[in-house]
């Protein structure tokens, strides 16, 4: 048996994922944030 936890972004550090792209502008409020702390897990088995 295994069994996996990630975290992502454990920290929340705020930053900005993308400017300039997608048709955003590259200032004023238009800029997308990072993501928000995400919890992953898993639990496997092999017979």
């Not at 975290?7 to 048709?23: E, L, R, T």
């Not at 409020?29 to 995400?38: F, H, I, P, T, V």
């Amino acid at each position: 048996m295994m069994v996996t936890f990630n975290v992502c972004n454990p920290f929340s550090s705020k930053y900005i994922s993308m400017m300039g792209q997608s048709g955003l502008p590259a200032g004023g409020d238009y800029q997308s944030l990072g993501a928000m702390r995400e919890y992953f897990g898993m639990v496997s088995t092999e017979f």
